[in-house]
């Protein structure tokens, strides 16, 4: 069996479409969706990150702006900034480019974005919204993944996913809106013993774990779904994801490639949040494009 690809390139776009209709439609109604990016320090990964958060949300027709501090800054000032932006009516999406410098509160910074702005869906009361099913702002990996499988045909409930992965950002959020579409959901970590002999028993296989080609053949049951949310760099300095696309695309129904995967999932994702945040806004008319 050789492996269908999920593109994420594909299904990307077909969303980017809908997602500039929908601009386009605010933007005729008097509101342009605004998504404000906070970058501290130089880390090029982040810039990268960044750079490219700049250029898709401003392709979508909607207002960027981009925030750039020095590694240096003080808490205290970074909460300011996020503290105006909150208040900025033409701003709906906020988004604090993750990792910070050690000398920052991670989580603090985090609970300080409205939660009404925090596209990211990194705030606690969003992630509590979320878990008890709530219309909120999804994480955006995670939810890029249940678009990719859903436009791709996939059937959910009744299906045993496993999650290699518990981060507060990809694994735990994974796992929880697998549960909502009723699947059957293992969680895996660095601490589960005969990590395989779970890995073998999915239908879903999700590798978010951040070990390059970690997942092989030997992981896989023959026909399931494999989503590699892994960005890695192989021997070769060439990126790779967490799972060992050669061998494993043998075994699987489907798979989904590194680069042009989850990658480009997860930016578009971020794009419909903030089209989401702004609805909602127009609607409350909290809006106005005379407010820019
Ligand atoms: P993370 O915070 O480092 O979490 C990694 C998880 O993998 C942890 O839960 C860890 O378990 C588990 N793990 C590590 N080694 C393991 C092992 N040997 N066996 C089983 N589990 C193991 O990473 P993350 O932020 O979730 O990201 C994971 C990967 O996805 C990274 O490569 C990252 O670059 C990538 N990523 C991609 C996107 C995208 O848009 N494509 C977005 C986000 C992340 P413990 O909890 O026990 O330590």
Do not use: W
């Not at 990268?48 to 925030?67: C, D, F, L, P, R």
């Not at 000032?77 to 900025?88: A, G, I, M």
């Not at 988004?95 to 606690?124: A, M």
């Amino acid at each position: 069996m050789t492996a269908k690809v999920i593109s994420g390139v594909e299904i990307g776009k077909e969303i980017r479409d809908e997602i500039k209709v929908g601009v386009d439609k605010l933007i005729d109604s008097g509101c342009k969706p605004g998504l404000a990016v906070i970058l501290v320090g130089e880390d090029p990964a982040s810039q990268t990150y960044v750079k490219n958060k700049e250029k898709s949300s401003i392709q979508a027709g909607m207002k960027s702006e981009q925030i750039k501090l020095p590694e240096t800054i003080s808490q205290k000032e970074l909460l300011e900034h996020v503290e105006k932006l909150n208040n900025d009516v033409s701003i709906h999406g906020i988004l604090v480019q993750l990792p910070l410098p050690s000398h920052i509160d991670e989580d603090l910074v985090i609970k300080s974005i409205s939660p009404d702005k925090d596209v990211d869906g990194f705030h606690p009361q969003n992630v509590g919204k979320m878990i008890i099913g709530q219309e909120t702002f999804l994480p955006c990996t995670p939810h890029g993944i249940m678009e990719m499988l859903e436009r791709s045909g996939i059937d959910i409930a009744g299906k045993h996913a496993v999650v290699i992965g518990r981060s507060n950002i990809v694994g735990k959020p994974m796992g929880q809106l697998l549960l909502q579409k009723d699947a059957t959901v293992t969680y895996c970590h660095s601490k589960t013993k005969n990590l395989a002999s779970f890995a073998k028993q999915a239908d879903i296989l999700i590798a978010a774990i951040g070990k390059a080609k970690f997942v092989t053949d030997e992981y896989v049951k023959e026909g399931a779904v494999v989503i590699d949310v892994g960005m890695n760099r192989d021997e070769n300095g060439k990126l790779c994801g967490d799972v060992d696309y050669d061998s494993v695309k043998e075994v699987a129904s489907a798979i989904t490639p590194v680069p042009g995967g989850v990658g480009p999932m997860t930016i578009t994702m971020l794009l419909k949040n903030t089209l989401l945040s702004a609805e909602i806004a127009q609607r409350e008319g909290k809006c106005s494009l005379l407010q820019e």
